[in-house]
């Protein structure tokens, strides 16, 4: 059985061989640690290690760990799951960047409650148009862009994907170029994609964020 403390070393060891073997320095690939469904003790333990970028699929998760955590003032939420527009009040409330935004219906609810405050926003993309997962068609891209883009508070980062889940982590990299040429379309420089079971290729073609949960903290 290895510890928490061994996994993390393990991924932030493969994100910089990832990014040297790119050509990329290390830095400028961000790891966000997944933690939906894990308890607060395993981010207070991430966070002692240094991790400062956490990972919440579900909103009202997001916001009870946000209130037990609050203490741990330099911590990052990253809200990585899709959201309704009645519960956007607890992204917009401690965010630091919401990942999946798809509609514009909730770019207005996280304004809304918002206020001035500005935050970072990644357009999610639906790749491979599968119905079970959110995002945003990419020949609808431009046209959310620009409906985003209105709103001077939300902060365009870049796009953001899940791709289809496949058996080889090579499958995934068409995908992930693709979302990388849409993203230079739109001259966004971010590109929040890649979980445990592919980010270093996501690494390969331009990730700036990644996204993992079970190579740090374990099965869910
Ligand atoms: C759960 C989740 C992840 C992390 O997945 P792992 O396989 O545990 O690394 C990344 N991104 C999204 C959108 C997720 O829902």
Known sequence: MSTLAQRL??????????????????????????????????????????????????????RDKAAELADLTDLRWHAIGPLQTNKARY???????????????????????????????FLEVNLAGEASKGGVAPSSLSALHAAIAAHPTLHIRGLMALPPLTAAPEDARPHFRQLAGLARDLHLDALSMGTTADFEVAIGEGATHVRVGTAIFGPR
Do not use: M
């Open 91 to 121: 992204v917009a409330d401690v965010a630091h960047a919401f990942h999946a935004l798809d509609r514009e219906a909730v770019a207005e609810a996280l304004v809304r409650r918002r206020g001035d405050r500005p935050l970072e926003v």
């Open 9 to 62: 070393e393990a991924v932030q060891s493969r994100i910089r061989d990832a990014a040297v073997r790119a050509g990329r320095d290390p830095a400028t690939v961000t790891l966000i640690a997944v933690s939906k469904r894990q308890p607060a003790a395993a981010i207070r333990e991430a966070y002692a290690l240094g991790v400062r970028d956490f990972g919440e699929n579900y909103a009202q998760e997001l």
